[in-house]
């Protein structure tokens, strides 16, 4: 890949401190993270790299994954190690941060090998280890959101992901749906670190663990909310393995006792995946701009699934 300033500068940088050699290569990565670029650093006979870039208005998100990355590798739980982080982007003009590269296997190769239960058991492992942590013991300060902050934050989400992109009749369903979630009340419970978009493709399958990845969402709120999020990921990505999600909930409650607001959060993250998939399923100006171009001729080949998925979701949601 022909590099830009900024990949040149960053990858003279990591070459003086010895991270990589002169002739190794970086390459842009198809998922992109929400906050900036990512990368493929591949240096043969040293070691490879993820090197995530942000914009400079966005050191603050530099800190909170760098941070949020060590705490929880220093507690066991299973995430990239983080090797260099300039927030401020002095080194390169721009933020960037510098982490492990996992190399292992995606969710739908496991799902053929017959490897899905592994795969759902070991990510429920992981989730029990980060909902275990102290976010109190994390020097860092993090949004924390209620069950009342979740449904304002997804009224907003549906009003700029859904009011120009999607049919009156839809915003009218998912708003319908928000207002009858909005009235159950939700049990005091533990509040706990969460992922905040934990789904097969935020983690990484390595040596028969489940690395969890992109915690740039990260907060602190409900456990369900995550594992009600991972839940409908799960059976997105596995349609044909609709006992899978089912599984992974089980052996979560195994290990992490039963979750006390699991209908009422089931129902919630299956209204934001629907949101979400609504938006990508009506390719527009917005989306285009949003995801840019080569992304969205992508979903564009998958609106059909995608389609189907966010209708089964909304009408989860509607479930009184």
């Known amino acids: 890949m022909k590099m830009n300033k900024t990949t040149e500068r960053i990858m003279k940088v990591l070459s ?16 992109q993270g929400l906050s900036g670029e990512v990368y493929d650093i591949v240096d043969s006979g040293m070691r490879n790299f993820i090197l995530k870039i942000y914009r400079m208005d966005n050191s603050s998100k530099v800190i909170k994954e760098m941070k949020v ?117 939700a049990k005091r419970t533990s509040l706990a670190l969460l992922h905040g978009d934990c789904g097969p493709d935020n983690t990484v399958y390595c040596d028969g663990t489940v690395y969890l990845i992109d915690l740039e969402s990260a907060y602190i709120g409900d456990p369900a909310s995550d594992i009600g999020y991972t839940y409908h990921s799960i059976k997105f990505n596995a349609l044909d393995e609709p006992g899978l999600a089912d599984h992974f909930v089980k052996t979560y ?13 089931k129902r919630l993250a299956a209204l934001k995946l629907a949101i979400f998939l609504k938006f990508l399923g009506n390719i527009n100006p917005l989306s285009i701009i949003m995801l840019g171009l080569k992304n969205s001729i992508k979903i564009l080949a998958l609106r059909k699934h995608l389609n189907r998925f966010a209708e089964y979701c909304l009408k989860y949601a509607e479930k009184n």
């Open 16 to 31: 003086l401190k010895g991270f990589v050699s002169p002739s190794a290569r970086i390459s842009k990565l198809n998922n």
């Open 69 to 185: 990355y060590q705490y929880l590798s220093n507690l066991g739980v299973p995430v990239p190690k983080v090797y260099l982080a300039d927030a401020e982007g002095k080194m390169a003009n721009k933020p960037f941060l510098l982490i492990q590269k996992l190399e292992g296997e995606d969710f739908s190769s496991l799902i053929k090998k017959g490897k899905g239960r592994e795969f759902v058991e070991s990510l429920a492992t992981s989730l029990h280890k980060l909902h275990s942590t102290q976010p109190s013991n994390l020097d860092l300060k993090l949004e924390k959101k209620s069950f009342k902050d979740e449904i304002d934050e997804l009224k907003i989400l549906a009003i700029v992901l859904l009011a120009f992109s999607a049919s009156p009749r839809t915003f009218r369903r998912v708003y319908k749906a928000l207002f009858e979630i909005s009235k159950t009340r």
């Open 253 to 265: 409650e195994k290990l992490h006792g039963k979750i006390a607001n699991w209908k009422i959060y």
